[in-house]
C-alpha cells in the first residue's frame, strides 16, 4: 500500500467518496472525509496519521499509545465508534492489503481498535478471514443508529408513523404557525459565509438548556469539530439547515448534511423559552419537508437515543473490533 500526506489524501477526496459509495454496509457519512478529517483535528490532533492506498481501497487511521495497552492504531474518528477506517467496493481484497503493510511494520503496533464495522457484514467477516489465525480478535462497543425512510414523500414518511405521532404533529404545526413561527433555509456560497451560519447556529445554542450548561456544540472540541466541518460540507455543496425565526429573531436550528441519497442529521436546538412549541420536533418536521422535496431517500437520525425510534423504521447496530498482536 502506498503511505499519503494529509494534503495527498484532501487531494483525493473525490476519488476517496466515490470508492466509499461503493463500499459495502458501512456508514457512508460518518467514514468521509467530512467527519474524519474535523474529528481528527478537533479531538486527537496530537495522533500521528497513517494514511494508507491501493488499489483495492483507502484506510485511514491515527496512531496512539497507552500505558495499559501500548501502541495502537484506530480510525480518525473514535469518539461515536461511527467511522469505519476501511473504504472500498472489496473488503477482503482490501484486508489482505491492510495485513501486507501490519506484518511489514510489525514492530510499530500492539493493537488496532477498528469501530464503525457494522455487525455479521462483508467487512466483519474479512477482518475475521484475515486476522484470526495469527492474531486474537475480541469484539467491543456496540454502537446503533436510527434510520427513516423517506420513501413516497413527506406523506409517505407520515404514513408510516403512528396515529399519535401524527396527531401531535399536526396540533404542534398549527399552534407554532398560530404563534408566527417561520422557516428560513439556510444557503452560503463561501467559507466567510459558512462561518457568518455557525455563528448564527451558534447564537442560538447559547439560548437552548445545552446552551445554558455549557453543553452541545459550545463544548470546545464540539466547537471546533463543526467549525471546521461545515465550510467542508458547504464546499461540496452537502450542507443543509433551517432556522426557526419568531418576531425577527432566530429561536430554533436544524442541520445536517448529504452523502448520496441519505441525509444524517447533525445538530438541532432552540431557544429553551419557546419549549412549549415543541420545536424540536417542529425542525425535524421542516427538515423532512425539504429533503423530500429534493427527493432524498433516507434520513440518519444518528446515534441510537430513545425519542429517535419514533422518526424511524430501521436500527442498524456496528461494533468495534480488536485485533492484538501476539507478543
Not at 445554558?212 to 461540496?236: A, S
Request: charged share 25%; hydrophobic share 40%.
Amino acid at each position: 500500500m502506498e503511505t499519503l500526506t494529509i494534503y495527498q489524501l484532501r487531494n483525493q477526496a473525490e476519488q476517496f467518496h466515490a470508492l466509499l459509495s461503493q463500499t459495502p454496509e458501512v456508514d457512508r457519512f460518518c467514514s468521509s472525509l467530512d467527519w474524519v478529517l474535523p474529528a481528527h483535528e478537533a479531538f486527537i490532533p496530537d495522533h500521528p496519521l497513517l494514511l494508507m492506498k491501493s488499489d483495492n481501497g483507502f484506510i485511514p487511521l491515527a496512531r496512539g499509545f497507552n500505558p495499559r495497552i501500548g501502541r495502537y492504531l484506530q480510525p480518525l474518528e473514535a469518539s461515536w465508534c461511527l467511522a469505519c477506517p476501511f473504504v472500498g467496493p472489496d473488503p477482503f481484497a482490501l484486508m489482505e492489503d491492510f495485513d501486507e503493510v501490519l506484518r511489514a511494520r510489525r514492530a510499530e503496533w500492539d493493537l488496532l481498535y477498528l469501530s464503525g464495522i457494522p455487525v455479521d457484514s462483508q467487512i466483519f467477516l474479512s477482518i475475521v478471514k484475515q486476522f484470526q489465525r495469527d492474531y486474537r480478535i475480541g469484539i467491543g462497543h456496540v454502537t446503533r443508529r436510527y434510520i427513516a425512510s423517506l420513501e413516497g414523500g413527506f406523506d409517505g414518511f407520515m404514513s408510516r408513523r403512528s396515529s399519535k405521532f401524527r396527531a401531535n404533529l399536526r396540533r404542534s404545526a398549527r399552534a407554532a404557525d398560530e404563534a408566527g413561527i417561520t422557516y428560513e433555509t439556510i444557503v452560503a456560497n463561501d467559507d466567510a459565509e459558512a462561518t457568518a451560519i455557525y455563528d448564527r447556529i451558534l447564537a442560538i445554542e447559547e439560548k437552548s438548556w445545552k446552551g445554558k450548561e455549557g453543553t452541545g456544540i459550545l463544548d470546545g472540541g464540539m466547537n471546533t469539530f463543526y467549525r471546521i466541518m461545515i465550510p467542508r460540507l458547504i464546499r461540496r455543496g452537502a450542507f443543509r439547515s433551517i432556522v426557526a425565526r419568531k418576531d425577527g429573531e432566530d429561536i430554533a436550528y436544524v442541520f445536517g448534511a448529504l452523502f448520496d441519497d441519505t441525509y444524517r442529521g447533525l445538530q438541532l436546538s432552540f431557544d429553551d423559552q419557546y419549549r412549549q412549541l415543541s420545536l424540536g420536533n417542529l425542525m425535524q418536521r421542516a427538515m423532512i419537508v425539504s429533503l423530500c422535496d429534493e427527493g432524498i431517500q433516507q434520513y440518519d437520525l444518528g446515534s441510537e437515543l430513545e425519542y429517535k425510534a419514533s422518526w424511524a423504521e430501521e436500527r442498524l447496530e456496528s461494533v468495534t473490533v480488536w485485533v492484538w498482536k501476539e507478543r
